[in-house]
């Protein structure tokens, strides 16, 4: 079994909505701490203090300030939208998530992996401007440390984006579009959810470097595990040196109200297990999940990286309907990256 390094720091818990209520608090952090305490093979390792500028290789000078005076300038919780805030421990995070990725950076080029930064805010709706791609709000996320990541690994050897999250990761595909990094994305259908972008359609400034599979609402273990023996042939023909996972846990069933997907333990352990086949050089970014996919999908996810041999039994499968509109959507997106229609 591989070990997995885990960095994590309770400066991750400063970035805080009180005395606001918000799904995406510092419980979240406790949450999965507790569902993984039992795991062998695991590392917990505090990341050092880094340099946040380190975000301006991703993000606009224009944005990273509109953000940096929001948090600096305030003694309380600062709305930056209607979905979206920062207070004031929020800098102390951010600076604990650019020195995960630092420190990161000599752990993969050793082939140490695989890592989890389990850390926040999380950050793939943040693109390069902002919001990316139309959204109407940030959608809790302040800076994309998996853009950031794909971003410095891509200059060392080839790098694969792998975003599993419900939503579609619509501002790592916005800070990559015209970038040669191939960028696969599994989310919620994108006519059904936030931030509505993530259509197949979207192929990338270089045709075939943006991969968008979508998922109806519903839809179970069954319909992933299609998707993800997809996702399987196009990682074993692009031969990555390195891959950066932005992962979300909020497609567990019931894990919260804005989701209508009903992955079990099944697909996490099965999301895992096949990333870990490519590469230790394998970094994951910790994005969505709110209740019960951090109690219950986040130890299998590690446990697949780790290549623990005896998964859980999928359990949640699709109605014929939400196949067929799965199907049709992946007929439209085999024929603009020219898949093999058989797959
Ligand atoms: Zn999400």
Not at 139 to 163: E, Q, W
Not at 226 to 252: C, K, L, N
Not at 276 to 288: H, L
Request: proline content about 7%; aromatic content about 10%; overall charge negative.
């Amino acid at each position: 079994m591989k070990t997995v390094t885990i960095y994590y720091s309770d400066d991750f818990k400063k970035h805080d909505p009180t005395p606001y209520h918000h799904p995406e608090n510092p419980n979240r952090l406790v949450l999965a701490l507790n569902s993984i305490q039992h795991l062998e093979n695991i590392h917990i390792v505090e990341p050092p203090i880094g340099d946040v500028q380190k975000y301006l290789n991703v993000h606009s000078n224009a944005y990273y300030s509109f953000i940096m005076e929001r948090i600096l300038d305030s003694d309380s919780v600062v709305w930056v939208d209607p979905d979206t805030y920062v207070s004031p421990g929020t800098i102390e995070a951010l600076k604990r998530l650019a020195g995960s990725v630092e420190s990161s950076l000599d752990m993969l080029q050793d082939d140490r992996g695989p890592i989890l930064i389990l850390g926040r805010p999380p950050g793939h709706h943040a693109g390069y401007n902002g919001t990316g791609l139309g959204a109407p709000t940030l959608g809790f996320c302040i800076f994309n440390t998996s853009a950031l990541l794909a971003v410095i690994l891509h200059r060392l050897g080839k790098t694969l984006v792998f975003d599993f999250d419900a939503h579609h990761g619509n501002g790592t595909q916005d800070i990559l579009w015209e970038k040669d990094i191939l960028h696969i994305d599994i989310h919620q259908d994108a006519s059904t959810i936030y931030p509505g972008s993530g259509h197949p359609r979207d192929i990338g400034g270089k045709p075939g470097t943006k991969i968008n599979i979508n998922i109806p609402p519903r839809a179970g273990d069954d319909l992933l595990e299609h998707a993800v023996s997809i996702v399987d042939q196009i990682i074993a023909g692009y031969e990555p040196d390195y891959i950066v996972v932005s992962a979300g846990f909020d497609g567990y069933i019931n894990d919260n109200q804005f989701v209508s997907l009903r992955y079990s333990e099944y697909t996490f352990y099965l999301l895992g297990r096949t990333l870990s086949k490519y590469s230790n050089r394998i970094i994951t970014v910790f994005e969505g999940g709110y209740g019960l996919g951090l109690s219950n999908g986040l130890q299998w996810y590690i446990l697949g990286l780790q290549g623990y041999p005896q998964g859980p039994k999928p359990i949640t499968s699709s109605d014929p309907s939400t196949w067929n509109k799965y199907k049709t959507r992946l007929e439209e997106l085999k024929e603009l990256i020219g898949l093999d229609p058989g797959l």
